[in-house]
């Protein structure tokens, strides 16, 4: 079964930088795209960005357009979102997502295994 799993600091004060990895295991990763959400209670899960299976197509959220930078190391299995100058309204558990093809695209749906989701926090 494909696992991921996030990892990174939780907490970080406004306008400061922090940075999730996302690793992935028990099946293919190079041809696949992959996604970042995030969530807070009471909302459906928002997409932030992803990146194509090569790593050449990135796509943003546009309310992190500018601030997070997805990026992907297919030679380690492992996928990447750097977050700069968060703010608090980046609060929310973040998770990385196996696209189901190489393309990327912001759909819940276009995703077939998920991680279990990472606590950001951005607190003064």
């Known amino acids: 079964q494909v696992q991921l799993q996030e990892s990174g600091p939780g907490l970080v004060k406004p306008s400061q930088t922090l940075s999730l990895t996302c690793t992935v295991s028990?099946?293919?990763?190079?041809?696949?795209?992959l996604g970042w959400f995030r969530q807070v209670p009471g909302k459906e899960r928002e997409f932030v960005a992803s990146?194509?299976?090569?790593?050449?197509?990135?796509v943003y959220a546009e309310v992190v357009q500018g601030r997070f930078t997805v990026s992907k190391d297919n030679a380690k299995n492992e996928g990447y979102l750097r977050m700069d100058r968060l703010q608090p309204e980046d609060t929310g558990v973040y998770f990385c997502?196996?696209?189901?093809?190489?393309?990327?695209?912001?759909?819940?749906?276009?995703?077939?295994?998920w991680g279990q989701g990472t606590q950001v926090t951005v607190d003064s």
């Open positions: 997502a196996r696209g189901r093809m190489a393309v990327v695209n912001p759909q819940v749906e276009d995703y077939d295994y």
């Open positions: 990146i194509d299976s090569s790593g050449l197509i990135l």
């Open positions: 028990g099946g293919t990763f190079s041809t696949h795209a």
